[in-house]
């Protein structure tokens, strides 16, 4: 039986990190987001306003080609972050905050429920919650120096949207996890007992 996994959370949360431990200790294929790949990024972060839109645009296309690579996969997935956060929390809070026009953003948003309609979810999205204290903490260990210049507000502003995301989205299970205290590097231990607990969530899954 093929799983498709995903991996959610904000910024820095520890996605990619956990995305490539438990893919070599289950043995799963990994698929990782294409941020340096976004050839919009570094102006999207420069200028948000005139570039959010193009850069969510190319975030949603990425994601949907990647989301209909994994469906056609014979072996179980590990994705790093989903086409879901993409607009819940990433568009929605750029519209908010007032960086997407509004036409842009309920353009995009149509594309987006369009596509939603068409891919089926994972098996189980696993939610990496972090406060902003160890977001900013991680975020100076990484060498990403646009990320560098992120708000406190910017990163609190995600994680409120994050939070009000997993706890309403309804197309699989939500497993969340306080990343706040495990470290899945430096405690192999930690990583044994989240791979059991999203074991048990899986088998719960698959029961429904």
């Given at each position: 039986m093929t799983i498709c996994l995903g991996?959610?959370?904000?910024?820095?949360a520890g996605k990619s990190t956990l995305t490539?431990?438990?893919?070599?200790?289950?043995?799963?294929?990994?698929?990782y987001e294409a941020v340096a790949?976004?050839?919009?990024?570094?102006?999207?972060?420069?200028?948000?306003?005139?570039?959010?839109f193009h850069s969510q645009i190319f975030f949603l296309a990425h994601r949907?080609?990647?989301h209909l690579n994994?469906?056609?996969q014979k072996q179980s997935v590990i994705q790093d972050r989903t086409i879901?956060?993409?607009?819940?929390?990433?568009?929605?809070?750029?519209?908010?905050?007032?960086?997407?026009?509004?036409?842009?953003?309920?353009?995009?948003?149509?594309?987006?429920?369009?596509l939603i309609d068409l891919l089926?979810?994972?098996?189980?999205?696993?939610?990496?919650?972090?406060?902003?204290?160890?977001?900013?903490?991680?975020?100076?260990?990484?060498?990403?120096?646009i990320e560098h210049e992120l708000s406190d507000e910017y990163l609190q502003k995600l994680n409120d949207l994050y939070d009000e995301w997993a706890s309403s989205f309804q197309l699989c299970p939500v497993l969340t996890?306080?990343?706040?205290?495990?470290?899945?590097?430096?405690?192999?231990?930690h990583l044994d007992r989240l791979a059991a607990e999203i074991r048990i969530a899986l088998a719960h899954a698959k029961a429904r």
């Open positions: 991996i959610s959370g904000n910024i820095a490539a431990l438990l893919s070599q200790k289950l043995g799963w294929e990994a698929f790949d976004n050839p919009y990024l570094a102006d999207f972060y420069k200028d948000m306003r005139q570039w959010s949907a080609r990647q994994i469906v056609r879901y956060e993409d607009s819940e929390v990433f568009a929605r809070n750029l519209y908010q905050q007032g960086l997407m026009d509004e036409h842009d953003y309920w353009s995009y948003r149509e594309l987006y429920e369009v089926p979810p994972p098996d189980l999205i696993v939610y990496l919650r972090a406060s902003v204290l160890t977001l900013r903490r991680r975020l100076s260990l990484r060498d990403r120096r996890i306080c990343a706040d205290e495990i470290d899945f590097v430096q405690g192999p231990d």
